[in-house]
């Protein structure tokens, strides 16, 4: 369940989107709703249900149907229907909630942290492999695009909030990341051209997929936060 108990008692968020408002569904490990309806009366919702909802790739899944009782901020509760999909497409990064400066009036989960790490297993720009002629391939480059663009819009925000000192630090390590821009490249660095092909096709994944994807996330992130929030 959601509220069980975690290590250091973190607060955890998953995004999702309802489709219905085209708006932000969070489930959290102390709150959990949308601005639109208001916070579930009661937030014993299973963990697994919350992860389904953040990874129901519209392209291909379908959304989850749910109903929910809710109460809004008036103390009022109703019963209302929800189709969930995935929490990308209103906030592929995830951050949102953590931006300084949020209101609690249209947000049940506004945070206030001094730093950002925030971590992206995207593939970085695109290659020119692909000809996109037909429908299929048509539609897959638009999306790939508009989140590409809604991804630009992020990091500018970010970067205006440490600029402006809203933040302390911000360090965005993601895998299509060019080796050749890092501060530094160590000798054991999983390169780029090694895993940012990897197709998340819900096919099962080896040990040696895991073995390189997670270490290289690792290490650029430990890398980035040396060279720029080194006094953490």
Not at 15 to 26: G, K, P, V
Not at 159 to 171: E, I, N, P, T
Not at 173 to 185: K, N
């Amino acid at each position: 369940m959601l509220t069980s108990p975690r290590r250091a008692n973190l607060h955890i968020v998953f995004n999702a989107c309802e489709l219905r408002t085209d708006s932000a569904f969070r489930f959290g490990s102390e709150v959990s709703g949308c601005w639109r309806f208001g916070r579930l009366a009661s937030n014993e919702v299973p963990v697994s249900l919350a992860v389904a909802a953040s990874a129901a790739y519209p392209l291909l899944l379908p959304a989850i149907d749910r109903k929910f009782r809710f109460i809004d901020r008036e103390e009022k509760e109703t019963l209302k229907r929800v189709f969930l999909t995935d929490g990308g497409v209103f906030d592929n990064f995830g951050v949102t909630c953590l931006e300084p400066g949020r209101s609690g009036k249209f947000s049940y989960h506004t945070y206030c942290p001094d730093y950002i790490i925030c971590c992206d297993a995207g593939q970085g720009l695109f290659g020119d492999q692909i000809y996109p002629y037909h429908w299929a391939s048509r539609m897959q480059r638009s999306f790939e695009t508009i989140y590409r663009k809604a991804h630009d819009h992020i990091r500018r925000r970010l970067h205006a909030c440490l600029d402006s000192g809203k933040l302390k630090g911000f360090v965005l390590s993601y895998l299509g990341q060019m080796d050749r821009a890092l501060p530094l490249i160590p000798p054991d660095l999983i390169k780029r051209e090694e895993v940012y092909k990897y197709q998340t096709d819900f096919s099962p994944m080896s040990l040696r997929d895991i073995e390189l994807l997670t270490t290289r996330g690792e290490q650029l992130t430990r890398l980035l936060i040396s060279r720029y929030c080194p006094e953490l």
